[in-house]
Nanobody, 123 residues
Framework: VQLQASGGGSVQAGGSLRLSCAPS????????MGWYRQAPGQQRELVAM??????????HYADSVKGRFSISRDNAKNTLHLQMNSLKPEDTAVYYC???????????????WGQGTLVTVSS
């Protein structure tokens, strides 16, 4: 399974961007999908995650992006999106898509990562 992320770019503070991530292959089952980011000199951190439960999907956001970012999943296309509004210079980072799941019914749970897409927010 390969993940292709897109939608990064440069924007001024207060602007918006929408990231997308599409897996190239099929997964037997997905535990969660999410976005992480890594700023220069910083550790990679979780931005937002959507977890599939029997009762439906549940979302989790980093405190720094709550109310500004929204994660969603297109189940038909198995595509992950991150809508980023009211962007701040501190949101500048390389954003990575992550999918954790089982590629087949007999394979172990595995983490897959996209190649990263750069988001630059200028003041």
């Amino acid at each position: 399974v390969q993940l292709q992320a897109s939608g990064g770019g440069s924007v001024q503070a207060g602007g918006s961007l929408r990231l997308s991530c599409a897996p190239s292959g099929n997964m037997f089952s997905i535990n969660h999908m999410g976005w992480y980011r890594q700023a220069p000199g910083q550790q990679r951190e979780l931005v937002a995650m959507i977890t599939t439960l029997n009762t439906g999907d549940t979302t989790h956001y980093a405190d720094s992006v709550k109310g500004r970012f929204s994660i969603s999943r297109d189940n038909a296309k198995n595509t992950l999106h991150l809508q980023m509004n009211s962007l701040k210079p501190e949101d500048t980072a390389v954003y990575y898509c992550n999918v954790q799941g089982w590629p087949t019914d007999y394979a172990p749970r595995t983490d897959y990562w996209g190649q990263g897409t750069l988001v630059t927010v200028s003041s």
